[in-house]
């Protein structure tokens, strides 16, 4: 493809990245398939990031850099660079994460020759700071990732894909290669919790998962990583969104109703849709005991018990 249509786009929302940045950086500029474009938007950080960015991006012309004036929460962000984007496939990047030189070019080689797929991502190897692995952390380069999903039909692989996130509670898919034309049917990362989840179910639904037997992905783990995880519930929010503040606990139900919506946004026979509305059925189930927890907070925060708060609910 042309300068002005890569054929890769990868987009990197950062804020506050200087510990990692420019390695993740160099190991994108090291890939053996070279047709991409680099998308990054700084989320105002407060520190070196900004002059890491102008630096690289004075140096590489297949770097485009942005600086958001204000903190506007990850979501937005990570929706920022793929809207931004030119290319015919699309890729996230953490700040901190790395790929290995081969990453792009065994990615792109299985979505030129395999239109049913719309999303491919390798395995994976968690590293800690000194990019050395960590030994039996989610052991997912060792066994097949259960949201690989090279199924036929979108009931079986939206089935399949809420069984393996119950086994794995790990979305490394959300930071595959993805089908741009796929990624613009879908709403993109929504403004609230676990978004990449429900992202990805709608993915799901409109084509296959292909995973590479072969770990190509490092994902690290350190103490200062951007994440969610480890946040109550008001924190978890913000993070998603920084304009968000709620008083009420609506998580669970929230991903509820963002997953019929994926089903009902996604042409399929009637019977496959059928099919994924019963699998919600079995979501609920699963779901109980935080739909339960979500009541019992919230019917708390009404009657003014401080003892009981979503300060306290992850």
């Known amino acids: 493809m042309s300068n002005n249509q890569p054929c890769v786009s990868i987009g990197?929302?950062?804020?506050?990245?200087?510990?990692?940045?420019?390695?993740?950086?160099?190991?994108?500029?090291?890939?053996?398939?070279?047709?991409?474009?680099?998308?990054?938007?700084?989320?105002?950080?407060t520190d070196k990031t900004e002059e890491i960015c102008r630096e690289y991006a004075a140096k590489y012309e297949c770097i485009r850099y942005s600086r958001q004036e204000k903190n506007l929460g990850a979501a937005p962000n990570y929706n920022y660079v793929f809207e931004v984007s030119k290319g015919k496939y699309f890729k996230w990047a953490a700040h901190d994460d790395l790929c290995a030189p081969t990453y792009l070019e065994r990615c792109v080689d299985i979505l030129e020759n395999n239109p049913s797929v719309v999303l491919v991502y390798p395995r994976s190897i968690f590293i800690n700071e000194q990019d050395e692995p960590i030994e039996n952390y989610y052991e997912h380069s060792l066994h097949d990732d259960p949201l690989n999903l090279p199924f036929p039909t979108p009931n079986e692989r939206f089935k399949r894909y809420q069984d393996g996130l119950r086994a794995s509670g790990v979305c490394n898919p959300v930071f595959g290669?993805?089908?741009?034309?796929?990624?613009?049917?879908?709403?993109?990362?929504?403004?609230?919790?676990?978004?990449?989840?429900?992202?990805?179910?709608?993915?799901?639904?409109?084509?296959?998962?292909?995973?590479?037997k072969e770990p190509l992905f490092m994902r690290r783990i350190h103490m200062q990583m951007s994440?969610?995880?480890?946040?109550?519930?008001?924190?978890?929010?913000?993070w998603f969104n920084s304009s968000q503040k709620?008083?009420?606990?609506?998580?669970?139900?929230?991903?509820?109703?963002?997953?019929?919506?994926?089903?009902?946004?996604?042409?399929?026979?009637?019977?496959?849709k059928i099919s994924c509305y019963m699998e919600m059925i079995k979501w609920l189930y699963f779901e109980k005991r935080n739909l339960l927890t979500e009541l019992m907070v919230n019917t708390a925060q009404m009657m003014g018990i401080s003892s009981v708060s979503y300060k306290n609910y992850h």
């Open 246 to 272: 709620k008083k009420f606990i609506f998580r669970t139900w929230r991903l509820f109703f963002e997953l019929l919506a994926s089903i009902n946004r996604v042409q399929m026979k009637i019977n496959e």
């Open 227 to 238: 994440t969610a995880a480890n946040l109550n519930y008001q924190q978890r929010l913000t």
């Open 177 to 212: 290669l993805i089908r741009s034309s796929a990624l613009k049917l879908t709403p993109v990362m929504g403004s609230y919790i676990s978004s990449d989840m429900v992202l990805l179910a709608e993915l799901a639904l409109l084509g296959q998962f292909s995973e590479i």
């Open 12 to 45: 990197i929302p950062v804020y506050n990245g200087e510990n990692f940045l420019a390695k993740t950086l160099d190991s994108l500029l090291a890939q053996t398939f070279q047709d991409f474009e680099i998308i990054i938007s700084d989320n105002a950080s």
